[in-house]
């Protein structure tokens, strides 16, 4: 079982929906990572959280350690928000290091 | 400010060629990462330079992978001899290495687009 695990793994959905993409870890971190990737493209870290909930323009992420579960939305989506959204995690101790999870492929139709 | 460089962006060998992928992290970041990423999946961590030491490397295959960052700046991945299964977006990463200096964000270049045929 991967220590992080995201669901669901492909989204599709109409312009205008509001959309929540969830992540559920197994270990013990000392913060959690959302990322978006697009395709033929790098990496670009959207959020960092250790605890509580962060805003950013469409976008808020939240985390509940004692559930070991965070989530990402997007609301007002658009097209543009199609990508890859991948959720990561670093363990105490070693915080350079990240525990991916597999990522959840989002489409959205105008 | 300048992201982290990769090159080449895209590479097709066939297999049992060599391949080398060069990376230049953000300027001043102690660490680097390089990272695998076969199609459908998250990220694998392959190696983890601080500065020019290796703090991590238990993932990669070190009988075909070997990766170096001798002046603690850019660093080069190879592959030799390369095998159908390499075929995945090698990404290269960096970040301050300090919890304290930047939350420890961490910052990835583009990727480098490997196929073997």
């Known amino acids: 079982k991967n220590e992080v695990e995201q669901s669901p793994q492909n989204l599709t959905a109409q312009e205008g929906e509001f959309i929540t993409i969830n992540c559920s870890y197994s270990v013990g971190i000392s913060a959690l990572h959302w990322l978006q990737q697009h395709p033929g493209g790098g990496i670009v870290s959207l959020f960092m959280l250790s605890s509580g909930k962060k805003k950013h323009g469409r976008l808020i992420a939240t985390i509940n350690i004692q559930e070991k579960h965070s989530s990402l939305h997007i609301t007002a989506s658009h097209p543009r928000d199609s990508a890859v959204y991948i959720c990561?995690?670093?363990?105490?101790?070693?915080?350079?290091?990240?525990?991916f999870g597999t990522g959840t492929r989002l489409q959205v139709f105008p | 400010e300048a992201g982290v460089a990769q090159s080449p962006r895209y590479k097709i060998i066939e297999k049992r060629q060599s391949v080398a992928f060069w990376c230049n992290p953000i300027s001043g970041h102690a660490t680097l990462y390089w990272y695998q990423q076969i199609l459908g999946q998250g990220p694998k961590l392959l190696i983890q330079f601080q500065n020019n030491g290796v703090v991590d490397d238990s993932q990669l295959p070190k009988d075909r992978f070997s990766a170096e960052r001798l002046k603690g700046v850019d660093s080069t991945l190879k592959i030799q001899p390369a095998k159908l299964e390499d075929s995945a977006v090698y990404l290269c990463?960096?970040?301050?290495?300090?919890?304290?200096?930047?939350?420890?964000?961490?910052?990835f270049g583009e990727g480098s687009w490997l196929t073997v045929v």
């Open positions: 990463a960096s970040s301050p290495g300090s919890w304290e200096l930047s939350g420890n964000t961490i910052y």
């Open positions: 990561a995690v670093s363990k105490p101790y070693n915080t350079d290091k990240l525990i």
